[in-house]
């Protein structure tokens, strides 16, 4: 267990400096954050809600969709490839040492979150209504998107493919939401845009929050935990055949 411990920090350090995720669950979602500000100004919605409100929320919890790849990214790094010899000569537990990263890996992507949560507050006031629950959202879809991530990367063999799996799962979901461009009106794609989607399950938390349905926000919640919960035995049965 100390030993695990002592690779936090390691691990941390490799987190911060990979530019690349920085650049793609950072730097590109503020820049488009502050593109829509500036296009959209105060414009709002038939609901009277202010577009650069509506179009933030989703956009910051569309870019979760993608923050499994980082701890994916690292487990296949450390477990699939030849950097495992070493990680397997190492003198203490691998499966707390998969576990670590797993975690570091999320909160990660929570911070990048937040961070983009606080920006969009602070500089174009984009009202969240409670950040906290805003942020306890976000690490819902956080902890779906690693969990589903490395369901892919246990499931199969090429990880290139695993990586295409996860680009569908988080353009899948945000094609089925309906941003890109209206979907066709029948029972499979409502549901798929509703209560079958992490991206709607999540928005709708928030929105809901907002406006005071409280039936409403702990029904959409509910289902992102309920399938947090089944996707996770999914990911430890597979993650044992794989890794065991």
Not at 18 to 46: C, H, M, Q, R, Y
Not at 223 to 238: P, R
Request: proline residues 2%; aromatic residues 16%; hydrophobic residues 55%.
């Amino acid at each position: 267990m100390t030993n695990v411990l002592s690779t936090l920090r390691f691990t941390t350090l490799r987190l911060i400096r990979n530019w690349i995720v920085l650049l793609l669950l950072l730097g590109i979602p503020i820049v488009l954050i502050t593109f829509f500000a500036i296009i959209l100004g105060d414009s709002k919605t038939e609901a009277g809600m202010p577009y650069i409100q509506e179009s933030t929320t989703l956009m910051v919890l569309a870019f979760q969709l993608f923050g499994g790849s980082i701890v994916m990214s690292y487990i296949h790094e450390d477990f699939f490839t030849e950097r495992r010899f070493r990680i397997q000569s190492l003198p203490f537990s691998q499966t707390l040492y998969a576990f670590s990263i797993s975690v570091l890996g999320t909160l990660f992507s929570i911070f990048l979150g937040g961070i983009l949560v606080f920006y969009s507050f602070w500089v174009f006031n984009v009202e969240w209504g409670n950040i906290g629950w805003a942020v306890f959202v976000i690490a819902l879809m956080a902890l779906l998107s690693s969990i589903v991530c490395l369901i892919f990367t246990f499931a199969v063999k090429q990880f290139k493919v695993a990586e295409r799996l996860s680009e569908v799962y988080g353009i899948g979901a945000i094609v089925l939401a309906g941003l890109f461009f209206p979907m066709p009106e029948n029972a499979f794609f409502e549901f798929m845009g509703s209560y079958g989607n992490p991206l709607t399950l999540a928005s709708a938390a928030i929105f809901e929050y907002q406006a005071g349905n409280v039936a409403e926000v702990w029904l959409n919640v509910s289902i992102l935990l309920g399938a947090i919960i089944v996707a996770f035995f999914v990911m430890l049965a597979l993650g044992r055949r794989r890794m065991g």
